[in-house]
């Protein structure tokens, strides 16, 4: 059953502590993604990858947020330092670049996070 | 870039009765139209999608119009069922153009009344 995994699911910290959340894209998926979702500001979109290099990350706060992809099946989300206001879910999700499948996004379960 | 509008955003039907969602976008460019369903403590789920050169597709219960000419694009669940409620988010994307960006709308958060 493929599917996209993110760890942790849940994860409370401190302001000012280093969060890192991480996500295993469906194997053989070459495109990933990072989203933010609240309730004012619905799913926004932080950045996104295609073969592990980053295409955009405009959505990102430069100073304190970095996303990387080690590897093909690994993709970091980082958050240093943390502020209560990045209190959010955290979706990875990813996707085949195949035509006509291109656009189709999986979801995983989301990382739920809660800066204090 | 693109903006996605999404009425209503809260819907509550009896069961058994249909429900629709409408969105609006706004670059005429966008040719991919996917909706999501999100469950509470879930990630959003691809239910159906359509892309711009057909103008109606079906999936069981679920159905979605797309009116390019307009640009408006609908969700219709019929004969809705108490498993239905979640909320369900529209979005746009311009495909096949190397971009793989969609925009959401907020959200209509459904629920059924058994």
């Known amino acids: 059953d493929a599917r996209v995994t993110q760890t942790p699911r849940h994860k409370v910290t401190e302001m000012g502590q280093e969060v890192t959340m991480r996500c295993q894209p469906i194997l053989g998926h070459n495109t990933v993604f990072w989203y933010r979702q609240t309730m004012m500001q619905g799913l926004e979109l932080l950045a996104y990858?295609?073969?592990?290099?980053?295409?955009?990350d405009s959505g990102m706060p430069k100073d304190r947020f970095s996303a990387e992809m080690p590897d093909a099946t690994l993709a970091t989300l980082k958050i240093q330092p943390s502020e209560p206001r990045d209190s959010a879910v955290y979706f990875c999700?990813?996707?085949?670049?195949?035509?006509?499948?291109?656009?189709?996004?999986?979801f995983g379960p989301g990382t739920r996070l809660t800066v204090l | 870039g693109e903006n996605v509008e999404q009425h209503p955003s809260t819907l509550s039907v009896q069961e058994g009765d249909s429900a629709v969602i409408k969105c609006t976008y706004s670059d005429s460019a966008s040719n991919y139209f996917p909706w999501y369903k999100q469950e509470l403590g879930k990630g959003p789920q691809l239910i159906i999608d359509?892309?711009?050169?057909?103008g109606e597709k079906k999936d069981q219960r679920i159905a979605v119009t797309l009116n390019k000419t307009a640009k408006h694009f609908s969700l219709h669940i019929t004969e809705t069922q108490p498993e239905d409620s979640a909320v369900y988010f529209c979005?746009?994307?311009?495909?096949?153009?190397?971009?793989?960006?969609?925009?959401f709308g907020k959200g209509t958060k459904l629920s059924v009344i058994p």
């Open positions: 990858f295609r073969n592990r290099a980053p295409l955009d």
């Open positions: 999700a990813s996707a085949t670049t195949l035509v006509g499948r291109d656009n189709e996004q999986f």
């Open positions: 359509i892309r711009s050169n057909v």
């Open positions: 979005a746009a994307s311009l495909s096949g153009a190397g971009s793989y960006q969609l925009t």
